[in-house]
C-alpha cells in the first residue's frame, strides 16, 4: 500500500484529464500554480510510482524523453517518427500476441507494450505537400 500524497494524486489528475501523452517536463509545468515548490525530481519520482504500480502507463520512445499515460487500461500507441507525437490507436486487441509469443518461449508471457511508428497524419500532409 502507498502513502498517501497530495503531489502524487494531482500528477494523477493532471494526466487523467489528457490525450496528448505529456513528458515528466510538461507534468511538472502544468502542476507548478498548485505546488510552486514540487522539484522536478519529485514529479519523476512520483511518475516512476504511479508507473510501476499500473496506474499510469510510462511510455518509452526510445530516442525522446518518456511519455506518461493516465490511461492505464491496455492499449496500443502510435509514435511520429517525424515530430514525436504519441497518439493513443483505436483498434481492435491484438492481446492474441502473447499466445503467440508463449509458444516459441519456454517462460511464462503475461502481456506486451507495442508502440507503433511511422507519421502521424500532419506529418504526412506536410511530407506530401512538401514533395508535391
Known sequence: MRKH??????IQTFLAGRTDH????????????????IS???VYRNLALLSESGEIQ????????????GNAAPHNHFLCRCCGDVIDL???????VDEVAGKTF???VQGHNIIFYG????CLASSKASNG
Open 5 to 10: 500524497s497530495k503531489q502524487r494524486d494531482c
Open 22 to 37: 505529456p513528458t515528466a517536463e510538461t507534468v511538472y509545468m502544468g502542476i507548478r500554480d498548485e505546488f510552486p515548490h
Open 40 to 42: 522536478l525530481a519529485t
Open 58 to 69: 510510462k511510455i518509452s520512445t526510445g530516442n525522446g524523453p518518456d511519455r506518461f499515460d
Open 90 to 96: 483505436d483498434m481492435d486487441s491484438i492481446s492474441y
Open 106 to 108: 519456454s517462460g511464462m
Open 119 to 122: 507519421l502521424c497524419p500532419n
